[in-house]
């Protein structure tokens, strides 16, 4: 059997980072019509749903790297919309190993222990192609907190967060932001947007996969003084490619 195991460095990059929100839905948003993301995947522990991931090929899944922890194995659930019933869609399948992108990208690519079927209730979604740029309309989605101080959402939700320049990524995040692997976000009160229990899911621009969830304020994912950020996918791409080919 496999379990989750986390490496030694991630602890120093978990404290080097405390905004990252581990514990981990979507604020505000809207219910995503059943089954209209089937790239999405919930990682769970123990039946408990943990965090966001990505189906990128049958067999791997793009998650964020604080999403391991060390207690029970790590499943993940394939084609749900509500994550609290055995839905006929639905796909279990354990992670047999994880790959950690670098100590920096807060990206993991975990192994199944065995290809996922496809349907239209479970697809993959492709590597992202072209940029992102400052004002572009981005999807994300998730199972996470649906308030700031509440827990996570039975259904699947999603909302809409706009591209932030990276000058002002920089200025507010300062040392944990790097322009050359992250993306940031703005997004509004009524428009909603990620919290705990989104991390590792997906930031969707132009219909095409662009970040992984990372982390938000420590103290309120809400607050708008402080913009979203993910991970850019795109900046990953030759060493994803590679771990799936090994």
């Known amino acids: 059997g496999s379990v989750c195991h986390v490496a030694t460095r991630l602890a120093s990059v978990l404290l080097a980072c405390p905004a990252l929100s581990g514990s981990a839905g979507i604020v505000g948003g809207r219910e995503a019509k059943p089954h209209s993301r089937p790239y999405m995947v919930s990682v769970q522990?123990?039946?408990v749903h943990?965090?966001?991931?990505?189906?990128i090929q049958r067999d791997f899944v793009l998650t964020a790297?604080?999403?391991k922890y060390t207690w029970g194995s790590c499943t993940v659930v394939l084609g749900a919309h509500d994550?609290?019933?055995?839905e006929r869609t639905q796909q279990r399948i354990e992670v047999d190993e994880y790959f950690e992108v670098t100590a920096l990208s807060n990206t993991l690519?975990?192994?199944l222990k065995k290809k996922a079927k496809l349907s239209k209730n479970v697809k993959t979604i492709g590597l992202p192609e072209g940029k992102t740029s400052a004002n572009m309309k981005c999807a994300v989605a998730g199972w996470g907190w649906t308030t700031a101080h509440d827990c996570p959402s039975n259904v699947l939700k999603e909302a809409t967060e706009n591209i932030e320049a990276t000058s002002n990524c920089e200025n507010i995040w300062q040392q944990y932001f790097n322009s050359d692997h992250m993306i940031c976000t703005?997004?509004?009160?009524?428009?909603?947007g990620i919290c705990r229990g989104d991390s590792g899911g997906p930031l969707i621009c132009k219909n095409k996969l662009q970040g992984v969830t990372a982390y938000t304020s420590p103290e309120d994912c809400t607050d708008l003084s402080y913009p979203h950020v993910f991970t850019k996918v795109r900046f990953f791409i030759p060493w994803i490619k590679?771990?799936?080919k090994k």
């Open 242 to 244: 590679e771990t799936m």
């Open 83 to 86: 994550i609290t019933k055995k």
């Open 109 to 111: 690519c975990p192994q």
């Open 50 to 55: 943990s965090c966001g991931g990505i189906l």
């Open 45 to 47: 522990y123990r039946g």
């Open 65 to 67: 790297a604080h999403c």
């Open 186 to 192: 703005n997004f509004t009160k009524k428009s909603g």
